[in-house]
């Protein structure tokens, strides 16, 4: 039986979000020079818009619109449909995302309270019907711009034991885990680790990896 989130101190029920909002600001004011030259660099190489939308779920699985630079063309077939990802993401757009600097406007994100610092990545909205009724407890918390999966594999690491890195992580929610987490993820986007998992472009479809351990929809989501 699903049971309501309860902060596990003071830090996580009155200090993370106004920090987080305060921090984002100062990032977002810091860094208004890079962003200038990415969304210049953007406009270029890849046209407009310049930032990627996307619907994701938020705190509660409410869905919010989450903001990234492009790294992608729209290129698309016969057909009309998208070119799969590994055709469309560019020299330039894998620089982008090597570095991590597309995510740099979900800083704003944060500033609107939809993200936090430090949380569970938010996933695609189709993803929600997959997951088992324990996983959908990532979503007690506000996502996060990285993460304690984040520093531990990313990408490489598979999809259970990532969504079980996100349980843990929200059920035990600290300051100095919060600040260890965002130094291990400088230390990561500086050595570039995690970004591509071994078979793909960026991380294999959730509703693969659930087809592969037998895991149907119907067997999911909320109770």
């Not at 055709?87 to 979900?106: I, Q, Y």
Request: charged fraction near 30%.
């Amino acid at each position: 039986m699903r049971t309501t989130h309860e902060p596990y101190g003071p830090y996580e029920k009155f200090i993370k979000a106004p920090l987080d909002c305060f921090l984002a600001t100062c990032a977002v004011i810091v860094l208004f020079p890079v962003l200038g030259i990415i969304a210049l660099l953007v406009r270029r190489k890849l046209g407009c818009p310049v930032l990627f939308s996307q619907d994701r779920p938020g705190k509660n699985e409410k869905i919010f619109k989450l903001l990234k630079f492009r790294t992608m063309t729209d290129e698309k077939d016969e057909n009309g449909e998208l070119l799969p990802d590994e055709v469309r993401l560019t020299p330039f757009g894998k620089k982008l995302r090597s570095t991590s600097l597309d995510e740099l406007p979900e800083l704003l994100n944060i500033i609107k309270g939809d993200m936090a610092i430090v949380g569970p990545r938010p996933l695609l909205v189709k993803y929600l019907p997959y997951y088992t009724v324990e996983q959908h407890y990532r979503h007690d918390i506000r996502p996060g711009l990285t993460g304690y999966a984040q520093v531990h594999g990313r990408n490489k690491v598979s999809w259970d034991d990532k969504l079980q890195m996100d349980l843990d992580y929200a059920s035990h929610i600290t300051f100095l885990g919060d600040l260890k987490i965002v130094l291990e993820t400088i230390v990561k986007v500086l050595m570039r680790e995690g970004i591509s998992s071994e078979t793909s472009a960026t991380m294999e479809d959730f509703r693969d990896y659930c087809a592969i351990v037998g895991r149907a929809p119907e067997e999911a989501g909320r109770k």
